[in-house]
């Protein structure tokens, strides 16, 4: 059985996304090594949360709209309480590849994970992960580190009410950060 790893990319400051969730300026960057010979072979599936949908719907076509920019293909799922009309469209490929969940996300993760089979379950955006993590279901956090300050936009982690996570440093390797996370 694989891993929950929560993938990002976070600017200096650390927002995962700037305002109006744009996500240009990580397709800026160059991609990390890591990313496609440690993380894309063993992603089985994706799990991702309505924004992270909309952001794919809006950016088709160009390197935000396709998961890992074109390079994986596989089973996604978008935990949303409002699913799209048109569900063919936006990001990583066909709508066969493609499933709107609503629920609970350890319903959507165990649903995620029997897709992935073997492989790891990548989750992308904020939200959806933030569940995740405040659910003790992230095994990993992988944050890449760009070198830029965006200075307002969605945080990575914080605000009011939430909780301390200790995390254990897996990997460090130029600015990317591999930590796993410790539950109490």
């Given at each position: 059985?694989?891993?929950?790893?929560?993938?990002?990319?976070?600017?200096?400051?650390?927002?995962?996304?700037?305002?109006?969730?744009?996500?240009?300026?990580?397709?800026?960057?160059?991609?990390?090594?890591?990313?496609?010979?440690?993380?894309?072979?063993?992603?089985?599936?994706?799990?991702?949360?309505?924004?992270?949908?909309?952001?794919?719907?809006?950016?088709?076509?160009?390197?935000s709209g396709e998961a890992f920019e074109g390079e994986w293909s596989g089973p996604e799922f978008v935990?949303?309480?409002?699913?799209?009309?048109?569900?063919?469209?936006?990001?990583?490929?066909?709508?066969?590849?493609?499933?709107?969940?609503?629920?609970?996300?350890?319903?959507?993760?165990?649903?995620?994970?029997?897709?992935?089979?073997?492989?790891?379950?990548?989750?992308?955006?904020?939200?959806?992960?933030?569940?995740?993590?405040?659910?003790?279901?992230?095994?990993?956090?992988?944050?890449?580190?760009?070198?830029?300050?965006?200075?307002?936009?969605?945080?990575?982690?914080?605000?009011?009410?939430?909780?301390?996570?200790?995390?254990?440093?897996?990997?460090?390797?130029?600015?990317?950060?591999?930590?796993?996370?410790?539950?109490?």
């Amino acid at each position: 059985m694989g891993r929950v790893l929560w993938h990002v990319t976070m600017s200096v400051d650390g927002f995962i996304a700037g305002p109006d969730h744009d996500m240009d300026w990580v397709f800026e960057q160059p991609a990390p090594p890591e990313a496609s010979t440690d993380v894309v072979p063993r992603v089985g599936a994706i799990l991702c949360g309505r924004h992270t949908y909309d952001v794919g719907q809006r950016d088709a076509g160009k390197g935000s709209g396709e998961a890992f920019e074109g390079e994986w293909s596989g089973p996604e799922f978008v935990l949303t309480t409002h699913p799209p009309a048109d569900r063919s469209a936006g990001p990583g490929g066909s709508a066969g590849s493609r499933t709107f969940l609503s629920g609970d996300i350890e319903a959507a993760v165990s649903t995620a994970m029997a897709a992935a089979g073997d492989g790891d379950l990548l989750v992308l955006g904020a939200d959806v992960a933030l569940q995740c993590l405040e659910t003790g279901l992230v095994d990993e956090l992988l944050v890449h580190l760009a070198p830029l300050l965006l200075g307002d936009g969605v945080r990575l982690y914080g605000g009011p009410g939430r909780e301390r996570v200790d995390l254990e440093l897996v990997e460090a390797t130029g600015t990317v950060l591999r930590y796993r996370v410790l539950r109490p």
